[in-house]
């Protein structure tokens, strides 16, 4: 009834903005297709969950919950602080990293500031810089699916206010190695911010040459930002917990000046930290994914099916190119409860990123593509 006046007092940047791409949920696919047995391939999360430690902290959790939680995160910043070599004022916490990426373009971009980024990207980081009414460059990848070192090195030389570099890529998973980060530092001026997102930096860690991104940029005078998440290797993706190192305790104070106060629960709080103290859990889950990923790219070339491609992987996830329309393909995988993300941008429609699962689930997807596909 009042939709037109709404739309008068909407922000102009506002519908201009895509629509986030969240997704199926399992149970939308379990009654819309009528399979019982679901395979999640599609958000990238950790199939072997969090550590059982995570259970027991959250287990008295019911006692808790009427009191707020503590605003500054005091534990976990600690914790965090005393692995990765930073003081605890260095550190930020968010209802996930996602969350420190809405904080970072409020606190520091203005309608008409420049921001550069990959294409395709993890969809906020372009959707949160346009919300604030900033121009964003997306660069193209190389034909073989990697990013495109000199493109990056010209494009940060004219100086945008932030970059927004996930490393290795989502979608794609492809990385800088530690020579080309080298030269991205040196291409970039002393007045860029630059985001770094690792949000899957437990698993590239173990692709050889994969940068110490925090010591390259310790090295330097420049304001930065390195972003990980708790969603990923971590397992606890349901909770929402990111955190950011950065270069100076200033550029926190920036971000808690537009942070809402308690924007991370006593759920989260207490989880993280209990995942935390148990890197060899989460250790663990990372090199069996990395075996399965590995043993899925041999599978998937030994179908050979004509035209598929496979972007290099440095993360739990691959980025296919199965030089068809996506649209009927993802709709037979669903047929059979494999939930996969098939690439809507323009360009990448004949694509799906699929998350690396557990072994079960890894067969049963390359079962499926090999018979929808039509291999042997
Ligand atoms: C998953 C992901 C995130 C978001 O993680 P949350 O901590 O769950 O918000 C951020 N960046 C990239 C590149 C991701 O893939």
């Known amino acids: ?101 809405q904080m970072l373009c409020q606190a ?3 309608p008409g500031d420049r921001v550069l980024t990959q294409r395709p990207a993890f969809g906020l980081h ?13 660069l193209a990848l190389t034909p073989a699916l990697e990013f495109d070192l000199g493109a990056w090195c010209e494009a940060l030389a004219r100086g945008p206010k932030i970059a927004m570099l996930a490393n290795p890529s989502n979608p794609v998973g492809c990385m800088f190695e530690r020579q080309g980060f080298a030269r991205l530092l040196e291409a970039t001026p002393a007045g860029t911010l630059l985001v770094i997102d690792e949000a899957y930096y437990e698993y590239a860690q173990r692709a050889r040459g994969f940068p110490d991104a925090l010591a390259a940029l310790r090295a330097q005078q420049r304001p930065w930002i390195v972003l990980r998440t708790f969603s990923k290797a971590w397992g606890l993706a349901g909770l929402r ?46 090199a069996q994914t990395v075996t399965q990923r590995e043993w899925l790219v041999q599978q998937l070339r030994a179908l050979a099916l004509p035209g598929l491609r496979i972007a290099p992987s440095a993360a739990n996830f691959l980025f296919i190119d199965l030089a068809r329309p996506n649209g009927p393909v993802n709709e037979a995988l669903l047929a059979r409860g494999i939930i996969v993300k098939p690439w809507k941008e323009a360009g990448f429609e004949s694509f799906i990123r699929v998350s690396i699962g557990t072994a079960e689930d890894n067969a049963r997807f390359l079962g499926a593509l090999g018979e929808i596909l039509g291999g042997h």
């Open 241 to 286: 917990v990111g955190y950011g190192i950065a270069s100076d305790a200033s550029l926190v104070q920036w971000l808690d000046r537009v942070r809402t106060p308690f924007n991370v629960n006593e759920a989260a709080q207490a989880a993280a930290l209990a995942a935390w103290g148990d890197e060899a859990f989460m250790a663990q889950t990372v």
């Open 126 to 138: 372009e959707i949160y810089p346009r919300m604030m009414g900033a121009q964003v460059e997306l």
């Open 1 to 101: 009834m009042n939709a037109a006046a709404i739309r008068e007092l909407v922000r102009p940047e506002v519908p201009a903005l895509a629509p986030y791409n969240a997704g199926l949920s399992s149970q939308a696919v379990r009654s819309r297709y009528g399979v019982e047995q679901i395979a999640r391939l599609a958000s990238n999360e950790n199939p072997f969950g969090a550590s059982p430690a995570v259970a027991q902290a959250l287990a008295g959790l019911a006692l808790r919950v009427g009191t707020y939680p503590d605003a500054n995160c005091t534990a976990l910043r600690a914790a965090i602080a005393e692995r990765t070599g930073a003081s605890a004022e260095q550190v930020v916490i968010g209802n996930g990293s996602e969350s420190i990426l």
């Open 108 to 110: 520091f971009l203005s």
